[in-house]
């Protein structure tokens, strides 16, 4: 099992900064690939960011690329979404997942909005 608590959201006001963190516990964080998902109210969950295990590689949807950047600390079990220039659009519950043994885990969210 792996437990994800997340936390840093909050209300900014477009084109402000906001950074999203993610504490894991319960095996081997460096064995997990981690990201970043979104949900609305009234949409589907969406896909934000991907790192891989030890940081090499990243991945993004193409409307937050550029504006915001995973990074994680292993040493720390942590994961971060920095997010700048903040638009009304990534208005959303931000949610962490993890992919490794075990499959797919998630956390509770994290509720950002943006005010325009």
């Known amino acids: 099992q792996v437990q994800l608590v997340e936390s840093g959201g909050g209300l900014v006001q477009a084109g402000g900064s906001l950074r999203l963190s993610c504490a894991a516990s319960g095996r081997t964080f460096s064995s997990y690939d981690m990201g970043w998902f979104r949900q609305a109210l009234g949409k589907e969950r969406e896909f934000v960011a991907v790192i891989s295990r030890r940081g090499a590689a990243t991945n993004y949807r193409n409307s937050v690329r550029g504006r915001f950047t995973i990074s994680r600390d292993n040493a720390n079990n942590t994961v971060y979404l920095q997010m700048n220039s903040l638009k009304p659009e990534d208005t959303a519950v931000y949610l962490c997942?993890?992919?490794?043994?075990?499959?797919?885990?998630w956390g509770q969210g994290t509720q950002v909005t943006v005010s325009s």
């Open positions: 997942y993890a992919d490794g043994p075990g499959g797919r885990y």
